[in-house]
């Protein structure tokens, strides 16, 4: 046998050149196509980004369109179902209640934005317009094209279902969004006249800065109409006019994608080059760390054995998954805490080191004992950090053995404070309203129950208030949600200083309101608190520089007497809220049995016809009809009831009913 060369330098020149043929060129072959596929994922990418923030921006485009032609609708809607436009605009044509008076005149091109109010009366003839706020003579099929006949005939079919026709026309050369409604009574008092009605218009010019302001306000920039000069472009939407011919609408997208690339590129080109000059370093460094590795492998041997035994301890702890660690001894005293304890608790290790585990947690040293005879499952306890705050955490642990012989316990501790809060929280949402803060339905159920159980003896008592606002919905319908959210809330604290500790006050929809009194003695206080109530609830709310006018209207049961059933009870205080309202708003009714008694006598009889057919209540008989004792000539056929007995005054209010 050669024995094997002993000469350092001939080693040392193949461990070289086994390094420059065979390590570096796989290493710069790697580094070169991570660089390619990095540069292909970033153009992918910004090809994405650009392709989506272009569909984006065309969805915006079109629901900045779709959204303005709701608005217009729902503003010619409010004004032409109206009694008092149609009784001054269609039966006649009042200049002084419409123009002077600004019912609909300046006001809605001032406040509104409308370049134009128009009236055309049956025969298609403009009887009333308002130009830019002005009053004056003109001729809506003149001034409007592209489709005014088909606009004003969609109009007459809308109103069958309460709605207005709504589409873009021409005016005077410009696209506008007209919306067309036929003027009805409403309801009212106002006698209609004979003949086709009259239809109200509103215009709103699309012009150029028209567009630019729709387009900044649902973050679609420059948005303006694309003229047949101008080159195609990728953002374009297509709209039809009344009479559908096309207009198109273009504006100017964004690129995110050809920034991000405009951005990383040149980094990427740096850092391609500062890859290459690294390379060429590591090949002189790999040179050296050859002669380093010989050196460290005698090294490395002796301390395997130390190496295993920390490996494994951090394995385990790795597979438990914690935020910091620990380990005790047979009698549950601390023998290791990682430095996170620190960082977590605040508290110094070497404090509870050598101590019982159960002194740190709140928990007793059985409880400890037992969790870890079997400790499968994690133990949720808490802890006094330092500061004095308690912390919850997740307890996960796993025997130590040697040899068979278990010699302790090491594991890990997770915080889970903030997630037991955030669970909290959630519960407090699920029993809250989240705009006033008071208990919702599912709180006041279980209130409300609790409430009716723990009733006892002959003189308790619990009253349910039922509270309904009165003139709410033109709060929302003139200023908006947010001031209608924020009356809501003002009544919600009104209501909370009209009740004690125990008592309850909740919001179970939009603006009703149910209230769980304990200890009113006698209706005496029953009316006191109503009162109080009312005139709280009918004091003005201010919002912004104006006042807001509101009412209630109560309906007031008691348990036991009505019921000691939660969901009956608020049924109850249900139907004494509907007497309430019938009687006038501001005022509140107490329950009892003949309001529940009336309301199923008016209901009964009008469902009851409707089954007898499917419960076998009609019966079919034939009658032989006989002239001067001879033989049958004819048979008549007859359709008996057979009802169970039914009071006079139900089967008056069945036939009552019938007849109207």
């Keep these: 046998m050669t024995a094997p060369s002993s000469n350092p330098g001939v080693t040392r020149s193949k461990a070289q050149a086994v390094f420059a043929r065979r390590i570096l060129p796989a290493m710069i072959g790697l580094l070169a196509f991570a660089l390619l596929a990095a540069a292909t994922a970033l153009v992918q990418i910004a090809t994405r980004l650009d392709r989506d923030a272009l569909d984006q921006s065309r969805f915006l485009a079109g629901m900045a369109l779709d959204a303005q032609q709701?608005?217009?609708?729902?503003?010619?809607?409010?004004?032409?179902?109206?009694?008092?436009?149609?009784?001054?605009?269609?039966?006649?044509?009042?200049?002084?209640?419409?123009?002077?008076?600004?019912?609909?005149?300046p006001t809605l091109y001032r406040d509104f934005g409308y370049e134009a109010v128009l009236v055309i009366d049956g025969q298609g003839e403009t009887r009333y317009s308002v130009i830019r706020g002005e009053l004056q003579t003109l001729d809506a099929k003149q001034w409007l094209d592209g489709g005014l006949q088909q606009l004003l005939e969609r109009a007459r079919e809308a109103v069958r279902n309460g709605e207005a026709a709504a589409g873009l026309l021409r005016a005077g050369g410009t696209p506008a969004m007209v919306s067309a409604s036929v003027m009805t009574t409403a309801g009212s008092d106002v006698e209609e006249v004979p003949g086709p009605a009259s239809i109200l218009l509103f215009v709103d010019l699309l012009d150029a800065k028209r567009l630019l302001e729709l387009g900044a306000a649902h973050a679609v920039p420059g948005l303006r109409i694309a003229s047949d000069t101008e080159p195609a472009a990728e953002a374009l939407i297509e709209r039809a006019l009344a009479d559908a011919s096309p207009i198109r609408f273009t504006w100017s997208p964004a690129h995110p994608g050809r920034h991000l690339l405009w951005t990383t590129?040149?980094?990427?080109?740096?850092?391609?080059?500062?890859?290459?000059?690294?390379?060429?370093?590591?090949?002189?460094?790999g040179l050296k760390t050859v002669k380093i590795l010989d050196a460290s492998y005698a090294r490395l041997s002796s301390s395997r054995a130390a190496l295993a035994a920390s490996e494994k301890r951090f394995r385990d702890v790795a597979e438990s998954a914690s935020d910091w660690l620990w380990e005790i001894d047979r009698n549950t005293c601390l023998t290791y805490l990682s430095s996170r304890f620190e960082e977590i608790t605040g508290h110094s290790r070497s404090n509870w080191l050598g101590r019982p585990m159960a002194e740190l947690l709140n928990a007793d040293e059985t409880t400890l004992r037992d969790w870890l005879a079997a400790p499968d499952a994690p133990l949720r306890c808490s802890y006094h950090a330092a500061d004095?705050?308690?912390?919850?955490?997740?307890?996960?642990?796993?025997?130590?053995?040697?040899?068979?012989?278990?010699?302790?316990?090491?594991?890990?501790?997770a915080d889970i404070t903030e997630e037991t809060r955030a669970q909290a929280h959630i519960h407090y949402l699920s029993q809250h309203d989240p705009l006033t803060g008071l208990p919702n339905r599912s709180r006041l159920q279980e209130h409300l129950t609790a409430k009716l159980h723990a009733l006892n003896g002959a003189n308790a008592k619990l009253t349910l208030l039922y509270i309904d606002l009165d003139r709410f919905k033109p709060v929302n319908d003139t200023m908006g949600h947010a001031a209608g959210d924020e009356v809501l809330v003002r009544v919600a604290?009104?209501?909370?200083?009209?009740?004690?500790?125990?008592?309850?006050?909740?919001?179970?929809?939009?603006?009703?309101?149910?209230?769980?009194?304990?200890?009113?003695?006698?209706q005496d206080d029953i009316r006191q608190l109503c009162t109080r109530l009312l005139e709280s609830l009918a004091k003005p709310f201010g919002y912004g520089q104006q006042?807001?006018?509101?009412?209630?209207?109560?309906?007031?049961?008691?348990?036991?007497?009505?019921?000691?059933?939660?969901?009956?009870?608020?049924?109850?205080?249900?139907?004494?809220?509907?007497?309430?309202?019938?009687?006038?708003?501001?005022?509140?009714?107490?329950?009892?049995?003949?309001?529940?008694?009336?309301?199923?006598?008016?209901?009964?009889?009008?469902?009851?016809?409707?089954?007898?057919?499917?419960?076998?209540?009609?019966?079919?008989?034939?009658?032989?009809?006989?002239?001067?004792?001879?033989?049958?000539?004819?048979?008549?056929?007859?359709?008996?009831?057979?009802?169970?007995?039914?009071?006079?005054?139900?089967?008056?209010?069945?036939l009552g009913e019938q007849d109207r």
């Design 547 to 654: 006042q807001v006018f509101i009412g209630a209207s109560i309906g007031v049961a008691i348990a036991p007497q009505d019921s000691s059933q939660a969901s009956e009870l608020l049924r109850c205080a249900d139907v004494a809220l509907y007497q309430a309202k019938n009687s006038g708003r501001g005022n509140w009714c107490l329950y009892d049995r003949e309001m529940g008694e009336h309301l199923h006598q008016r209901s009964s009889p009008e469902t009851e016809p409707q089954d007898a057919n499917e419960t076998g209540q009609f019966v079919l008989h034939y009658q032989p009809r006989q002239r001067n004792g001879d033989s049958p000539v004819s048979a008549e056929a007859l359709l008996p009831w057979q009802h169970r007995p039914m009071s006079a005054e139900a089967m008056r209010t069945l």
């Design 70 to 105: 709701r608005w217009i609708q729902r503003a010619n809607v409010d004004n032409a179902f109206w009694g008092d436009a149609y009784a001054n605009l269609h039966r006649q044509t009042n200049l002084d209640w419409a123009y002077h008076q600004e019912n609909l005149g």
């Design 388 to 413: 004095g705050g308690q912390r919850h955490y997740r307890l996960s642990a796993r025997a130590i053995l040697l040899d068979g012989a278990n010699l302790g316990f090491r594991g890990t501790a």
């Design 493 to 522: 604290e009104r209501l909370r200083q009209c009740i004690r500790a125990d008592d309850l006050v909740a919001r179970i929809g939009g603006d009703e309101f149910v209230m769980v009194i304990s200890r009113l003695r006698d």
């Design 265 to 285: 590129l040149p980094i990427l080109a740096a850092v391609a080059l500062g890859l290459g000059l690294l390379a060429w370093l590591l090949l002189q460094q």
